[in-house]
């Protein structure tokens, strides 16, 4: 089936630091990959997306890249804010369904 | 352009009594889902529309039932309400059926059952 696996948390970070959140995933077909961002008291919203093999994702300073040989789309930011405190999610798509697939989600907590 | 909507916020149910909640989209879309959210858990999809006048199954359907009243709402609505269904709830929507669509989702309902 498809699944994704991703690191869970809670990390809490300093302002400035450097941020790797792990995403592999297991799919029957060739998936879409997603981020998505929940900050507090809100819904999901989509951070960025990757749709085929080395494609990298990237907004708000956040970069992902679709790896096929690992099957892995780790989400990386080179210096984080306190308003990047939210939890991170990691989501497939596959075979055209826009059904998602999520990951348990890693909540993130930027000290000033 | 509101995106998706929800409503209520907030609820408190009592074990056994039924209630609906209420999910409508102003971005024309075709898809809409209904996903709970537990702690440890990530989202789990409950029930999703491809279109108007459809609905199927997800990961977790049982105690739940939906209903697509025309293109912009789709609504949950739980017969006999369970402690095991304290959740938040979101409904979410998305566009096209092309392989890279994004899902817009609502701000959530915050639903216990005692």
């Known amino acids: 089936g498809n699944s994704v696996t991703q690191m869970e948390g809670p990390v809490t970070l300093s302002e400035e630091a450097f941020l790797t959140i792990n995403c592999t995933y297991t799919?029957?077909?060739?998936?879409?990959l997603f981020w998505y961002v929940q900050y507090p008291g809100e819904g999901l919203q989509l951070l960025l997306k990757?749709?085929?093999?080395?494609d990298k994702g990237s907004n708000k300073g956040f970069e992902a890249t679709y790896r096929k040989e690992t099957t892995s789309f780790h989400l990386e930011k080179g210096s984080v804010q306190v308003s990047d405190s939210a939890v991170y999610f990691c989501?497939?798509?596959?075979?055209?369904?826009?059904?998602?697939?999520f990951g348990k989600g890693m909540k993130l907590t930027v000290n000033p | 352009n509101a995106g998706v909507t929800q409503t209520p916020k907030f609820q408190v149910l009592k074990t056994g009594q039924s209630m609906t909640l209420q999910c409508a989209q102003d971005?024309?879309?075709?898809?809409m889902y209904w996903y709970r959210q537990d702690p440890g858990m990530g989202l789990r999809l409950i029930y999703y529309s491809a279109s108007e006048g459809t609905t199927d199954k997800g990961e977790v359907p049982n105690g739940y039932n939906v209903s697509r009243l025309n293109k912009r709402e789709f609504s949950l609505r739980l017969e006999s309400a369970a402690p095991s269904q304290t959740s938040v709830y979101f409904c979410?929507?998305?566009?096209?059926?092309?392989?890279?669509?994004?899902?817009?989702f609502g701000p959530g309902t915050r639903l216990t059952v005692l």
């Open positions: 989501a497939l798509s596959v075979g055209g369904s826009e059904k998602l697939v």
């Open positions: 799919a029957t077909g060739y998936p879409s």
């Open positions: 990757a749709t085929k093999a080395d």
């Open positions: 971005m024309n879309h075709n898809s």
């Open positions: 979410a929507s998305s566009g096209d059926y092309l392989l890279t669509d994004t899902q817009y």
